[in-house]
């Protein structure tokens, strides 16, 4: 038996009960010692999977965070792929630059530093990186179906918006992807509903890790 007796202890021995549940999908930052979301290791296998099958070249993610699932997206979409990657928050975008540039794969992003979904209305947006360079405020990045792969991993409140912006610049026959949606399926209950009866939408539920939607574009 473990007699916990300083409060730094209890306190830890709690927070080590809340996260328990979450350890799958946190990753510890080995630098600021910080813990992140991220995607599980079966989610990112079955993307891995789905890059290949669907020959993926062209990526979308909202919500980078420390650059973790776009790093791995970069590397899979090989030398002639691109992945545009969107972070509201200073820090974390920061650390996912640095990430970038030590895996060796900032030649193939784009991170762009801005809220969804108004980020995609161009006047929004508060920085873009390409190559880890900085370039004009307000470029236009997006263009109608360029986009194989769209990722949705932000605030779940918002997908809804964030599906309406995404779906004319994501390809005919592509797909999109919104994490959190077992794991907050009350929160998403709207979102994973008119995301399933859309007419331009063919959505299956994977019922692994947070719960991925996936939704093919058949237009
Ligand atoms: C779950 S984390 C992303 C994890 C990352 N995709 C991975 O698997 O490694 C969500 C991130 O979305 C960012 N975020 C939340 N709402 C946003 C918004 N409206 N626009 C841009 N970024 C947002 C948060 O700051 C946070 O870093």
Redesign the pocket.
């Known amino acids: 038996m473990r007699v916990l007796r300083d409060i730094k202890s209890i306190y830890n021995f709690i927070y080590y009960i809340i996260i328990k549940e979450h350890l799958q999908s946190l990753m510890l930052d080995s630098i600021s010692k910080k813990l992140f979301?991220?995607?599980p290791d079966d989610s990112l296998n079955i993307f891995k999977e789905l890059f290949e099958i669907f020959a993926v070249k062209s990526v979308l993610?909202?919500?980078?965070?420390i650059g973790?699932?776009s790093s791995k997206f970069a590397k899979w979409v090989g030398d002639d792929g691109l992945v545009v990657t969107?972070?509201?928050?200073d820090e974390?975008f920061e650390m996912a630059r640095k990430r970038f540039a030590d895996e060796g794969v900032e030649e193939r992003l784009i991170q762009i530093k801005g809220?969804?979904p108004e980020v995609f209305d161009g006047d929004h947006v508060k920085e873009i990186l390409i190559n880890g360079q900085s370039v004009e405020i307000g470029r236009q990045v997006f263009k109608p179906e360029m986009f194989d792969f769209v990722f949705l991993?932000?605030?779940k409140m918002?997908y809804l918006k964030y599906l309406e912006k995404v779906l004319p610049l994501t390809k005919n026959g592509g797909l999109i992807v919104a994490d959190n949606c077992t794991t907050h399926s009350q929160a998403l209950n709207e979102f994973i509903e008119k995301t399933m009866n859309h007419p331009d939408l063919n959505s299956y539920l994977l019922e692994i890790d947070n719960g991925l939607l996936l939704s093919f574009i058949k237009r």
């Open positions: 979301w991220t995607l993610e909202i919500g980078t965070s973790n699932s969107v972070e509201s928050h974390r809220h969804a991993d932000a605030t918002e």
